[in-house]
């Protein structure tokens, strides 16, 4: 009777080296983190102070942005026109786009470098974006305004992590506690907290205060962000990742609540969302999303019974 052979060296070498490569790769793209928060969810019920992000149902997929070529970069929501604005950063324009994703004016932008991202704030007040020179900057829109020059606006420079080519992605708005979140998107990934700018009350001195949640920021099992929202009615952060194909639900403690996948099969999905780039949500919950180069997306609740 022959005996069994024994596996040669190489090959047990070659199964440890691949499944320490398994390891690495999954730690490098969060999956493990991602796939215990899965299991949790199946066990735990669901808070019901979440929005519940995986019950959204996509309404328009990837409609085309007509008469837009360059690519598009970020998403807010503006309650008092009820419109959406979004920017390029190729050749810089701030876009106003209605609520079914057709452009309704441009506004070319000028020395604003790499404008990345822009957030309502108040009545024809909005923050952009530098990316490149990590600037935020102030913008005032009037229904006549034509062009905006970064050289006659409001401007702060944050000047955290500048070796990194990864800069400044998202921003979010909480007009209550008048908190200003930016989004480095990796490299590493942070969400910084902005107090004081804009300055939005003259008779006060200016003083700006900074900090970020690295608690929160090490939670995140997403690897890259790319935008963000917070939601007036809960309190909660919303963030967006293009490479994890995913928004993720942050409470008011920076703990994940819930997830919605962006790819193909999930939420409605005939496709999966090729680049994210912006989201933004409206007053009755609904949620609005733009992928490079010129793709319009439309998610909403059903309602509950």
Do not use: C
Request: charge should be negative; aromatic fraction near 8%; proline fraction near 5%.
């Amino acid at each position: 009777m022959r005996r069994l052979a024994r596996p040669k060296p190489f090959i047990l070498i070659l199964t440890v080296i691949a499944l320490i490569a398994l390891v690495a790769v999954g730690q490098y793209m969060r999956l493990f983190e991602r796939a215990w928060f899965n299991l949790h969810t199946l066990w735990q019920p669901l808070s019901s102070e979440s929005i519940g992000l995986d019950q959204y149902r996509v309404e328009i997929e990837a409609r085309v942005i007509d008469g837009l070529n360059d690519d598009v970069s970020a998403l807010t929501f503006d309650p008092v026109r009820k419109s959406l604005f979004t920017v390029t950063n190729k050749n810089s324009e701030l876009i106003e786009l209605s609520l079914d994703g057709q452009i309704i004016r441009r506004i070319a932008l000028v020395g604003f470098g790499d404008p990345e991202a822009v957030e309502f704030i108040s009545a024809d007040t909005y923050v952009i974006t530098d990316e490149r020179e990590q600037r935020l900057i102030k913008i005032h829109l009037e229904k006549d305004t034509t062009f905006l020059d970064a050289a006659d606006a409001e401007q702060m420079t944050l000047g955290v992590h500048m070796s990194s080519n990864k800069g400044f992605e998202g921003l979010a708005y909480d007009s209550v506690g008048k908190r200003l979140f930016v989004a480095k998107e990796r490299d590493p990934m942070l969400i910084y907290e902005v107090q004081g700018f804009p300055h939005y009350n003259p008779e006060k001195s200016y003083a700006v205060h900074v900090v970020n949640n690295p608690k929160r920021d090490a939670g995140m099992f997403v690897r890259d962000l790319s935008s963000l929202q917070y939601d007036e009615r809960s309190g909660h952060l919303l963030a967006l990742s293009d490479e994890s194909r995913l928004i993720l639900e942050l409470d008011v403690d920076g703990r994940p609540l819930s997830t919605m996948s962006l790819s193909k099969g999930r939420q409605g999905l005939q496709k999966t969302v090729p680049q994210a780039e912006g989201i933004a949500m409206d007053d009755d919950g609904t949620m609005y999303l733009v992928s490079e180069p010129n793709l319009f997306y439309v998610f909403k609740k059903p309602p509950q019974p």
